[in-house]
């Protein structure tokens, strides 16, 4: 199997080739391309990708491309994790909703859609790279805001895919911090979205198929 991460240059993608070589018995993954734009961020992780897959045994190649063609080809899953205009433009973005007194950021409100706006169009290059090359891979995006990305890639290409995000997994983990249990037992439920990908308070939540909030709320009232 084979994984290509585009924006390998990110300071997250020693994390999350981490969580892979831990799950290398669930995931059988024989190659990792990683590919971004920058040699020089590309050639670090890299080399930091080679020496955790050595520290575990891992035999896993590690390979890495400035060419998205190359990236995608023949992958079974592809991970987008990219900022187009780089922090200049995330800066820029938040900085766009101050000055009209708006409340957002990069994934929600005016700099959220601006971040879209720039982003889309290299998602679907992306996708459309994947068409040729990869047809049957699946692409995993990361990259926000999350939502309208995903979205577009759904609407306009032939790629299945999916979009993820850490929140959900820190509301879990918060809410076993507070009404204990595990992780595994709890399942959110109707979360409201708003917004172009954040903002999604959480309205009910199961805890091993029973619901916390009434009590939560009752507790609260005493």
Known sequence: ???????????????????????????????????????????????????????????????????????????????????????????ADEKLGLRHNLIGQETTGIGGFACALRTIPRILEIAHHMERWAPNGFLINFTNPAGIITEAVLRHSTIRTVGLCNIPIGMIMEIVRWFGGDVADVALVESLVMGAARLAPRQRHYQRGVSQILGACRAGMG
């Open 1 to 91: 199997m084979k994984i290509a991460i585009i924006g390998a240059g990110s300071s997250y993608t020693p994390e999350l080739l981490d969580g892979v070589f831990e799950r290398l018995q669930t995931i059988p993954v024989q190659e990792i391309m990683l590919m971004d734009p920058s040699q020089e961020r590309l050639a670090i992780n890299a080399e930091f990708a080679r020496r955790m897959a050595a520290r575990r045994s891992a035999a896993v190649a590690i390979r890495s491309t400035q060419r998205v063609e190359d990236a995608v080809k023949d992958a079974a899953f592809v991970i987008t994790q990219i900022r187009v205009g780089h922090m200049a433009a995330r800066i």
